[in-house]
T-cell receptor, first 109, second 116 residues
Framework: GEDVEQSLFLSVREGDSSVINCTYT??????LYWYKQEPGAGLQLLTY?????DMKQDQRLTVLLNKKDKHLSLRIADTQTGDSAIYFC?????????FGTGTRLTVIP | DVKVTQSSRYLVKRTGEKVFLECVQD?????MFWYRQDPGLGLRLIYF???????EKGDIPEGYSVSREKKERFSLILESASTNQTSMYLC???????????????FGPGTRLLVL
């Protein structure tokens, strides 16, 4: 499978911005996704971006894509305690998605 | 709204038992997937199916089998459960007909399995 890498942990203070980073390996055009997993729950799609775009914004969420470096980031503005969760980036393969290990975001009140 | 349901949220089984995990989706999706999630390893694909009675091995199929007799239902079977199969199991489905990012996967709430 493809290699999708993320750091495991991130802590931010409430009200600050969070930036979660991800690197992927597929050089062909593809879709890249960000999922959120709250405690005890399944994964919920947050947003996605096609690899010919470099930015996508959706309310407090901004996705940045550096295709040359194969680097994807998710920025959450004005982070709230309800944003505490595990965030997974995923890369679309031929038949399925390849997931990173997930980044556990902890928001400190 | 897409709904993917899994038969149990929590399950405790003994080593050697046969275990069935059921997943049902209500959106007429062609593709269905089983993952296991372990701390520090993310999601790993066990099996997937792109049509009724069709199945493909994922990255870690050993010790598992699957069944897809109906389009809406995808079962994961542990023939003889072992302690290293203690994990969170996530089912997902997706449409093969969508284009672009809409082909994303929709996940069930997960089944946390403990094998003693």
């Amino acid at each position: 499978g493809e290699d999708v890498e993320q750091s495991l942990f991130l802590s931010v203070r409430e009200g600050d911005s969070s930036v979660i980073n991800c690197t992927y390996t597929d050089s062909s055009s593809t879709y890249l996704y960000w999922y959120k997993q709250e405690p005890g729950a399944g994964l919920q799609l947050l947003t996605y971006i096609f690899s010919n775009m470099d930015m996508k914004q959706d309310q407090r969420l901004t996705v940045l894509l550096n295709k040359k470096d194969k680097h994807l980031s998710l920025r959450i503005a004005d982070t709230q305690t309800g944003d505490s969760a595990i965030y997974f980036c995923a890369e679309r393969g031929a038949n399925n998605l390849f997931f990173g290990t997930g980044t556990r975001l902890t928001v400190i009140p | 709204d897409v709904k993917v349901t899994q038969s149990s949220r929590y399950l405790v089984k003994r080593t050697g038992e046969k275990v069935f995990l059921e997943c049902v989706q209500d959106m007429d999706h062609e593709n269905m997937f089983w993952y296991r999630q372990d701390p520090g390893l993310g999601l790993r694909l066990i099996y997937f199916s792109y049509d009724v009675k069709m199945k493909e091995k994922g990255d870690i199929p050993e010790g598992y089998s699957v069944s897809r007799e109906k389009k809406e239902r995808f079962s994961l079977i542990l023939e003889s459960a072992s302690t290293n199969q203690t994990s969170m199991y996530l089912c997902a489905s997706s449409s093969a007909r969508g284009t672009g990012g809409q082909e994303t996967q929709y996940f069930g709430p997960g089944t946390r399995l403990l094998v003693l």
